[in-house]
């Protein structure tokens, strides 16, 4: 018996006798998914996974498509959207939105993210033990506490230096507060 991620299938194709087809066996991927259904882990699925669970930059599905294209010259963009929201369905990955446009997450850990009004960077902030006595403490007076997302919005280093040298049109002092 096979461990349970593997599956032994027969095929038929090369390698080719004289005389016709043999068959073959090869060993495939099986993902268990909820509710004990299995899945086969496509090689499309796992570089599309590799691709966001090795960048920091948390990467949109455009991005993400650029990167696999690289390895996978033939895949579609279609393919890489249906792809990512298996895997986000799946818990493989975390899909951060925020004005419409969806950027994907490879870090399953609990953490927090900063994110800069002016260029879009998204960092992750560690989140501290302060946050889960919180959660402690809530749960404590009869709440359920299911997820905490916490994002924090500003202008980052770099965007800040750039304000600074840039003198503003208007000369004003400038808004504060979201748009």
Not at 56 to 84: C, M
Not at 132 to 141: G, I, M, Q, W, Y
Request: hydrophobic share 30%; charged share 35%; proline share 5%.
């Amino acid at each position: 018996m096979r461990p349970f991620g593997l599956l032994e299938v027969e095929s038929r194709g090369s390698p080719r006798t004289s005389g016709g087809r043999t068959r073959r066996r090869r060993i495939i991927e099986r993902q268990p998914r909820a509710g004990g259904i299995v899945r086969r882990q496509t090689l499309q699925r796992r570089v599309i996974c590799e691709t966001v669970r090795s960048s920091r930059i948390h990467p949109t599905a455009e991005r993400v498509y650029d990167q696999v294209r690289r390895r996978l010259p033939r895949i579609s963009l279609g393919t890489v959207y249906r792809n990512l929201q298996l895997l986000v369905s799946e818990g493989e990955l975390r899909v951060w939105s925020r004005g419409g446009r969806a950027r994907f997450d490879g870090d399953l850990s609990d953490h927090d993210h900063f994110v800069c009004e002016a260029c879009g960077l998204l960092l992750d902030l560690e989140r501290p033990a302060a946050a889960f006595s919180t959660e402690k403490r809530l749960r404590a007076r009869g709440h359920e506490v299911n997820d905490r997302v916490l994002d924090f919005i500003g202008l980052c280093r770099d965007c800040r230096r750039s304000r600074k040298q840039a003198p503003r049109r208007d000369g004003g002092p400038r808004a504060r507060g979201r748009p």
